[in-house]
C-alpha cells in the first residue's frame, strides 16, 4: 500500500528495466546507468558537465509500477519504492535467467544473485545415511524424503526416540518400544 498518497507513480517499459547503460557518453560511447555517473565522467574528457541540485521543494517520493499487468505489482497500491528495487523484481519475475551455476545448474536472472549462490553452492550439504544429499538440514531431518517418499533409517530412530522419551514421561500408559529396523 502506498503510504504517500501525492507519491508519482512511475510505470517504465519492459525495455528500460532492463537495459544495462541508459546514458552513454558521446565521446568514447561508454555507458552508465546514472546520469551523474556520466555526469562524473564527463569531466575527464574537458567537456562541460553539471550535477542535478534537488530543490527540496519539489522532492516527491516516487513509486515504481511493473509493466507486467498480470503481476501484483502493477498495482500502483503495491507498487516498489525504488528503482533498484523494481529493476530486481522485474529481471527476478519477468526476465531472461542469464547466469547458470557451474555447479548444480541452477539459473538466476540477477547476476548479483547467481554471485551470492556461486559462493555457497555445495558448501553446505547434509547426507543421511542412506546416502540422500540434502542442501538444507530441514529437509535431510524431514520425515519423508521429498525426493523418494521413503521413510529413511535415520528418521526411524527419531520416531523410537520420540516413543522412548514418552514411555518414560508417562509409565502409566505402558507405551512399549518395538523394534523398527
Not at 519477468?94 to 547466469?99: C, D, F, I, L, V
Not at 557451474?102 to 544473485?113: H, N
Request: proline share 5%.
Amino acid at each position: 500500500m502506498i503510504t504517500d498518497p501525492d507519491a508519482e507513480v512511475i510505470a517504465l517499459s519492459p525495455r528500460s528495466l532492463l537495459a544495462t547503460n541508459r546514458f552513454v557518453c558521446e565521446v568514447c560511447n561508454k555507458g552508465f546507468q546514472r546520469e551523474q555517473n556520466l555526469q562524473l565522467h564527463r569531466r575527464g574528457h574537458n567537456l562541460p558537465w553539471k550535477l542535478k541540485q534537488k530543490n527540496p521543494e519539489e522532492v516527491r517520493r516516487r513509486v515504481y509500477v511493473c509493466p507486467e499487468p498480470t503481476c501484483v505489482h502493477h498495482d500502483p497500491s503495491r507498487a516498489l519504492g525504488d528503482l533498484t528495487g523494481i529493476k530486481k523484481h522485474f529481471c527476478r519475475k519477468h526476465g531472461e535467467k542469464r547466469w547458470k551455476c557451474d555447479k548444480c545448474s541452477k539459473r538466476y536472472a540477477v547476476q548479483s544473485d547467481w554471485k551470492a549462490h556461486s559462493k555457497i553452492c555445495g558448501t553446505r550439504e547434509y547426507r543421511c545415511d542412506c546416502g540422500t544429499l540434502f542442501s538444507r538440514y530441514y529437509y535431510l531431518m524431514h520425515p519423508i524424503h521429498r525426493s523418494t517418499g521413503v521413510i529413511q533409517s535415520i528418521h526411524e530412530w527419531a520416531i523410537i526416540a520420540h516413543v522412548i522419551i514418552n514411555r518414560l514421561a508417562f509409565p502409566e500408559l505402558g507405551f512399549r518400544v518395538r523394534d523398527v529396523s
